[in-house]
């Protein structure tokens, strides 16, 4: 409808993601409140093919994915919640040729997680690949790109356990049932990749 969606967190309490409309000319014409009882802050938000929006919230002690789908009158269409094993990081989503969704994270269990979902929010599949090099275990997914054909291209950051600071770049493929193809490390200096 040509108008313009984002996302925003309570930085006060963080129980609350707030999901905003502007129109075409900045003039704000809706927000929306979501509560959660503790919130790790949503990072994306992507728009489907369904005139719908999706994003995502993490949840600590117990850890929990929340995904949202929702109407562009910021209308609830369903939430999901996910039981993770472990302090996972998700921060990328995208969508499937079937209408669902692909997310991805990593974090401390020194793994990546890859997690797909139909159109309704019922779980597909939900894989935790460990580490792919044994210098760098821990791994976090930065982004996501759906290239067609339910397969995607994924970038990220690997930090190793002896220097935190050297944390090369990473790519990598994957396909909607979680299968890993093309890895590659992009090593620099000093720091280490943000986006």
Not at 53 to 75: E, M, R, T
Not at 90 to 104: C, K, Q, R, W, Y
Not at 129 to 153: A, C, E, K, R, T
Not at 189 to 195: E, K, L, V
Request: with cysteine.
């Amino acid at each position: 409808d040509s108008c313009y969606m984002g996302l925003a967190n309570d930085n006060v309490s963080s129980q609350h993601i707030y999901l905003y409309k502007f129109n075409q000319l900045g003039k704000l014409v809706w927000v929306k409140d979501f509560p959660f009882a503790s919130l790790i802050p949503a990072v994306q938000m992507i728009s489907l093919s369904d005139s719908s929006v999706a994003f995502i919230g993490q949840q600590g002690s117990p850890y929990a994915l929340y995904v949202y789908k929702v109407d562009l009158s910021g209308n609830l269409i369903w939430a999901k919640s996910l039981t993770l094993p472990s302090s996972f990081n998700f921060t990328s989503l995208a969508p499937t040729t079937d209408g669902g969704l692909i997310l991805t994270g990593g974090g401390c269990a020194g793994s990546d997680m890859v997690i797909h979902l139909d159109a309704d929010g019922t779980l597909l599949s939900q894989h935790s690949h460990s580490s792919f090099s044994s210098q760098y275990p821990f791994q976090n997914v930065l982004s996501i790109v759906h290239d067609g054909n339910n397969q995607y291209s994924c970038l990220g950051c690997a930090k190793g356990t002896n220097s935190p600071i050297y944390a090369p770049l990473i790519f990598f493929r994957l396909d909607s049932a979680g299968n890993i193809s093309n890895y590659k490390e992009f090593h620099f200096p000093f720091g280490c990749a943000h986006s």
